[in-house]
């Protein structure tokens, strides 16, 4: 476990102001992990990681030459979106696949996958976030990238995109009425997610620091092949550019969470 990585920073130029997010992006385990008991199958479906995810934030940053962050373990073993104090942070049970190796999880366990995984991812957001502020002396914009499934029980959803969001709407109202021109797509507001969750990525990154951001979700069968995510990469570039030159966009404003008080 000592020389597995938990995270992978895609360098950039940072002196643009923009750093693309990816919390769920592969589906790896470190080898001590085995596969927490589960069935191969299992790495194969939305329980252990955004389908999709990691070849558009791959061909993203390198459209744009921004640095991005991604995760290198799978949701299955500890959640990066999700705050330090959230029982849903190391799931049991997810969408009815129960997860042995995190049935009987101790105290010690625990705090070993914070410390092993989750605190270096965000400690790795923290550095780049920190250095696009020193290098352009602005806020950076922020796009947090992830992928939904088209189903939900016996509900197909919708929504080609979706944009999640608590209070601060400076980048959410450009992206949505950005994506929503080209005529061709139904983007979702606040859904099939509501965006607000006290400690996850955008709160702990973005809200508390008062940095514009959005976070993006396309639908899986979308971006489930290459020709998918580059279609979404080439729809997604120009509107993430043009935004980016928006210098509203890289003040640092205070917005109050509905999840509650900081």
Known sequence: MSDFQPYEI???????GMVLLADHATNLLPAGY???????TAFKRHIAFDIGVEGLIRNLASRLSVPAVMSRF?????????????????MKISDGAIIPGNRDITQEEWDLRL?????PYHNAVDGVLG???RQTGKAPLVFSLHSYTPFWKAFARPWHAAVLW?????????LIAK????????VGDNEPYDGALK?????????????????????????ADEAGIAAWAERLAPIFAAMNDDPTLHEYQTFASRTGPY
Not at 74 to 90: K, V
Request: hydrophobic share 35%; charged share 30%.
């Open 10 to 16: 895609i360098e950039g130029d940072y002196d643009k």
């Open 34 to 40: 085995g596969d927490l008991g589960l069935p191969q």
């Open 74 to 90: 799978s949701r299955l073993l500890i959640d990066p979106n999700r705050g330090e104090d959230d029982p849903t942070l190391i």
């Open 115 to 119: 410390n092993s995984f989750h605190r």
């Open 131 to 133: 250095r696009v502020g």
């Open 166 to 174: 608590d209070t601060d709407h400076r980048a959410v109202t450009p």
């Open 179 to 186: 994506l929503n021109a080209a005529g061709d797509i139904m």
């Open 199 to 223: 400690g996850d990525t955008m709160y702990r990154h973005c809200m508390v620091k008062g940095i514009a951001h959005a976070l993006l979700e396309v639908r899986q069968d979308l971006i």
